[in-house]
């Protein structure tokens, strides 16, 4: 290995060292779950494929139309003949010529034929009918997407919510840990200086003990969170990702027409996806009445053709033919009526889906718009809960420090403390993915 070789595979380790080091360097992207759904709806597969169904709708429609166009076919062709085909001669055409042939052969050895064909259609009501069911698959499609972008969304809301509130119970966790050490020092130290029971500081060990286990079993959830909600996103699992948003917008007042307004059914994609469906359906009817039309095609056709024994002395000759063909259905003992009528039942069919969906929704609202109020005031008695938890709490500390209280009022009230923030976290969760199933229910989203 030479010098140079040496400096330019350094110079690469080098460079790549670099690059390590600036990529861990950069912090981690930090979503909101305003962010955190826009990722999804710039990186979801499912939103992906149905961009790609409404393209594939347009190129649909091109290749519908392009059927009532003039379609142009050009042929080419050669033989060559190792024997050249004959006729027999009848034994009159020898007229008593011994050396008269007895056979006649009607084809040269070489044959080149070259031609352009063109076809168009003059009436056929199936392409009309054709042409408009692909366009409205086009509205279809598009309607197909926002219903897609709508489960994408509910779904990263579902995955948000759990990785939020875990990081945000860890970071109550945090604190109580911090302040239960400090309290556990403190009465360490009274205990050195023979004011305490060993009995007061093995019970502030023993809740510190709980609490540390208790917050590692809660960090081992919150990553398993955000792995899910990486996998929703279609995030790479193995990149670093933080979620921050301030729970205090993300609580739960909402507009309270919403829950006593009628039920806006057209808000809610899939129905409009079933109106397109009966719509569709009802173009497949008219093109199968359209099989009872005529179809009329008018075609012209042009070639030249070459026949010669060489290349030499041959000769060309030029066809030009032109041609109308009818179509007329007469009878074919009721096949088409069957498919007109088969048409008309699945339409009905899709009759019947509309309404069990439509009822499906009212129940769907009526027991979100129940879920929603129930876990609201439940929201609302946590919280007030909590802020006397942590004022019980306060006070047991603060008397404990004077010598006026005891280490089981302390630790009672911080069982007490503990299991109010885990009840208004639940009811927190609760609270946001009932309005956020409310929000569905009603199509806002």
Not at 40 to 62: F, G, H, P, T
Request: charged share 20%; glycine share 6%; net charge negative.
């Amino acid at each position: 290995m030479n010098y140079l070789t040496r400096q330019l595979l350094l110079l690469i380790v080098l460079l790549s060292g670099l690059s390590a080091l600036q990529a861990q360097s950069e912090p981690p992207p930090i979503f909101s779950l305003d962010a955190a759904v826009d990722y999804a709806m710039s990186n979801s597969n499912a939103i992906r494929n149905a961009q790609v169904d409404i393209l594939d709708a347009e190129q649909n429609v091109k290749e519908q139309f392009s059927r009532g166009l003039p379609q142009i076919n050009g042929t080419l062709g050669f033989q060559h003949f190792l024997k050249v085909p004959v006729l027999p001669l009848p034994e009159a055409f020898a007229m008593g010529d011994p050396n008269a042939p007895t056979s006649i052969a009607f084809q040269l050895k070489n044959s080149f034929t070259a031609g352009l064909s063109a076809q168009g259609m003059i009436f056929d009501g199936s392409f009309f009918v054709g042409l408009r069911a692909a366009r409205a698959s086009g509205d279809y499609f598009n309607l197909q997407l926002e219903n897609t972008r709508r489960t994408v969304r509910g779904q990263v809301t579902q995955a948000y919510f759990p990785t939020l509130l875990l990081k945000t119970n860890l970071d109550i966790l945090d604190n109580n840990i911090s302040s239960l050490e400090k309290l556990k020092n403190e009465v360490a130290a009274q205990y050195d200086a023979g004011f305490v029971e060993q009995l007061d500081v093995d019970r502030l060990v023993l809740s510190l003990n709980n609490l540390r286990s208790q917050r590692d079993q809660v960090a081992q959830q919150a990553e398993n969170a955000l792995r899910a909600l990486k996998f929703t996103l279609n995030f790479p699992v193995d990149e670093p990702l933080r979620v921050e948003d301030d729970l205090d917008k993300l609580e739960t007042e909402i507009d309270a027409a919403l829950l006593t307004s009628d039920i806006a059914y057209q808000a809610r994609p899939e129905i409009r996806l079933l109106d397109k469906t009966i719509e569709l359906q009802g173009l497949n009817e008219e093109l199968q009445k359209a099989a009872y039309l005529p179809t009329v095609y008018a075609s012209i056709a042009g070639q030249y053709q070459y026949q010669g024994d060489n290349f030499k002395d041959g000769f060309w000759a030029p066809t030009i033919v032109l041609g109308l063909t009818a179509n007329v259905p007469i009878y074919d003992f009721g096949g088409r009526a069957a498919r007109v009528e088969r048409a008309k039942l699945a339409t009905q069919k899709i009759v019947n889906q509309r309404n069990d969906v439509q009822r499906g929704i009212q129940l769907e609202v009526l027991n979100a718009r129940n879920t929603f109020m129930a876990n609201n005031n439940r929201l609302r008695a946590t919280k007030e809960n909590l802020a006397l938890a942590q004022r019980i709490y306060d006070t047991t500390q603060i008397k404990y420090r004077e010598g006026v209280g005891s280490s089981v009022e302390v630790v009672q009230a911080e069982q007490a403390l503990y299991e109010s923030q885990a009840n208004y976290l639940n009811a927190l969760y609760e609270t946001l993915v009932a309005k956020e199933n409310l929000f569905l229910a009603l199509g806002q989203n």
